[in-house]
């Protein structure tokens, strides 16, 4: 891990990182015998190359080409990916594992380089080590991944995170998208360990922001894991200091773990996990003494097992089955105020394709989550915001009848906005309910009397209490506090299995 802070650009975007629905083979207890094995070839490599394995020193190709030579045995496809920086040339181990959805990555990454002073055993040959064992278990399995499994280690990155950036530079647009998710792990086996997971929602409420849409998902995988030892974790933030930067830079979900470099435990940590308060997490950071000697086993032994939980449980994952979707691209028969009921004179829902509005920020949204055409609540902007506008209470518009099958597991999904001026009121609402059987609320989103923009969220909800029925999706909205300015939008609702 590299001192510099560099600030990464995040990008919020849809993602098909789906909550895993099944397992093919249950995780498996990683060796830590066999990641220690890894750390003293390492640590040889650097011993006879002048102490270090940084980047553009034969240290580091000797250690690349370990890696290399490993994951070629076990029947990965592995390229060697050479780049340039300070005139000297760099290396990336790339590593894909045969099968899985090549539309549907799951990707690993560790820096495999060495700060020039040392040998870069903690840093990051401890994530470098685990990541590589997590590999060689997935061979010996014989794995058969719902995801397709990449593994990346990563040159340069003391020098500014050079190696996962020409990577993620280099990828042609459609390579990148098909990436859906990437765990980083940079220094696990601290000798004076915290056990911190990258906050891909930013839930501790001290970041600068969360991760891409689908880090929250990589954060609560890992959470579960250290949960199912009795371990607490606790957020640590997408500051730009390891190889995940890049890869959040352009909207692919990240997440990890980490046991801290130089920062200084606290009495509370220490409370919390043990360890000495007020030392470094790791006192021979970025030193001449980060050897084997330097690393805490229980960390590194309970990290790596983290690391193949994550992997089996999201790359094995049973990808949902869809049921029914509309990214209301045609017409499909949404019915505008089926009962009759409605009271708007205004803004009534319509499929279309939206045109943009602002008062104090965006209210009505100009762009749809996929395609060109949404359900928004008056698409026109007229010759100002509130010409079109919801006015004058409720708007509701139903789907067509949708069987659902029975004795499944049934969820519905959709994308969302409600946006409003600071005219609004408690009373004005986006709604989404389902009917058949009984009618229930699955969505309620109510107004407030401040200024709210329109930014497009997700919601779902679960409908097993309707497997079997065939239902109808109602979606209603209300200006329903005067002359308030309230804009609506709803696109790709999905029920899947």
Not at 137 to 147: F, M, N
Not at 360 to 386: E, H, I, P, W, Y
Request: charge should be negative.
């Amino acid at each position: 891990m590299r001192t510099l802070i560099v600030a990464a650009i995040v990008t919020l975007t849809p993602t098909t990182l789906a909550t895993p629905a099944a397992r093919a083979a249950a995780p498996p207890d990683i060796p830590l015998a066999n990641v220690k094995a890894h750390l003293t070839e390492l640590q040889s490599i650097a011993t006879a190359n002048g102490g270090t394995r940084a980047h553009g020193r034969p240290g580091y190709l000797a250690s690349a080409n370990y890696v290399r030579a490993r994951l070629d045995a076990a029947g990965y496809t592995t390229t060697l990916q050479s780049f340039t920086y300070n005139g000297a040339t760099g290396y990336n181990v790339i590593a894909d594992w045969p099968g899985g959805d090549p539309n549907d990555v799951l990707m690993v990454g560790a820096h495999l380089d060495s700060v020039t002073a040392g040998p870069g055993i903690n840093d990051n040959g401890s994530g470098s080590a685990a990541i590589l064992e997590t590999a060689l278990e997935v061979s010996r399995q014989a794995l058969q991944p719902s995801k397709h499994l990449r593994f990346a280690w990563w040159g340069a990155e003391e020098l500014g995170l050079r190696g996962s950036q020409f990577y993620v530079s280099n990828l042609p647009a459609a390579e990148r998208a098909r990436i859906k998710g990437y765990l980083n792990f940079d220094m696990v086996g601290s000798p004076n360990a915290g056990y911190f997971v990258y906050d891909g929602d930013n839930s501790d409420g001290t970041g600068s922001g969360p991760g891409p849409a689908g880090s929250a998902q990589l954060e609560r995988t890992l959470q579960d894991y250290f949960t199912s030892i009795g371990v607490p974790t606790r957020g640590t933030d997408f500051d730009g200091r390891s190889d995940y930067g890049p890869f959040i830079a352009v909207g692919i979900p990240a997440g990890g773990t980490f046991t801290g470099a130089e920062g200084i435990k606290t009495a509370a940590q220490a409370t919390l996990w043990g360890g000495t308060s007020g030392q470094a997490f790791d006192v021979c950071y970025h030193r001449a003494c980060d050897t084997t000697a330097n690393v805490n086993d229980t960390a590194l032994d309970r990290n790596a097992d983290a690391i193949a939980y994550a992997v089996w449980t999201i790359g094995t994952a049973v990808p949902p089955v869809t049921v029914w979707s509309d990214p209301f691209e045609t017409a499909t028969g949404w019915t505008v105020n089926p009962n009759g009921t409605d009271t708007a004179t205004t803004g009534q829902w319509e499929r279309g394709d939206p045109e943009a509005t602002t008062s104090s920020g965006a209210k009505q949204l100009g762009t749809t989550v996929s395609g060109t055409n949404d359900l928004v609540t008056g698409r026109l902007a007229g010759s100002s915001a509130g010409a079109y506008d919801l006015d004058g209470g409720v708007t509701s518009i139903q789907s067509p009848p949708i069987t659902l099958p029975s004795a499944s597991t049934l969820n519905l999904s959709f994308s969302w906005y409600l946006a409003h001026g600071s005219n609004a009121s408690s009373a004005d609402y986006l709604r989404v309910r389902v009917v058949g059987g009984t009618t229930t609320t699955v969505f309620s989103q109510a107004g407030a009397a401040v200024n709210r923009n329109g930014a497009w969220a997700t919601a779902s909800a679960s409908l097993n209490a309707f497997a079997g029925q065939t239902v109808r999706i109602l979606v209603d909205a209300a200006d329903a506090s005067g002359a308030s300015l309230v804009e609506a939008g709803v696109d790709d609702v999905r029920i899947t299995r």
